[in-house]
């Protein structure tokens, strides 16, 4: 199985057990310490990372959370060294900058989507997640899966 192949199952695990606030970015780059296209937003207190990507990333984003509730604005941020390094967290609450628009977006929706899809297309970028209700992953700037969440009721 693929490295990308097992970011998508867990991505959809944690989409499965929900986030307390909604929505959030993830990105994954290789190649730098810092996310292109992205600035890191001071925080207090700052959020530690360090840490692999996995099945625990929703307790660490509900724990973040606890620490410094604005940890879910902007995006946290997952880098490795090279293609056969593990993806380790480079940090919380980035900014996105990305100027390249896709082709591909869609009317109509919001900042978080926009922003996503854009980053996408940065050079160095492997995928960027966004969670709300739906999962949505985007890759060279076109959304490669849509996981569709639960209807909520009104």
């Known amino acids: 199985m693929s490295e990308e192949m097992d970011i998508e199952a867990l991505l959809r695990k944690v989409h499965s057990e929900g986030l307390p606030r909604y929505p959030l970015l993830v990105v994954f780059f290789t190649g730098s310490e810092e996310p292109p ?29 606890a620490d410094n509730e604005s940890a879910h604005d902007g995006a946290v941020a997952f880098g490795r060294s090279r293609k056969s ?6 940090g919380w609450s980035y900014r996105i900058v990305a100027t390249t628009a896709s082709g591909a977006a869609e009317a109509n929706r919001g900042a978080a989507y926009n922003s996503a899809i854009s980053l996408s297309l940065s050079r160095g970028v492997d995928l960027v997640c966004l969670f709300s209700r739906d999962l949505e992953i985007f890759v060279g700037g076109r959304r490669a899966i849509l996981v569709e969440g639960r209807q909520f009721l009104s």
């Not at 600035?39 to 959370?65: C, K, N, T, W």
């Open 37 to 65: 296209d992205c600035v890191s937003m001071l925080r207090v207190p700052m959020l530690s990372g360090g840490f692999v990507f996995g099945e625990d990333f929703g307790s660490r984003v509900r724990q973040a959370m």
């Open 85 to 90: 390094s593990s993806y380790k967290c480079a």
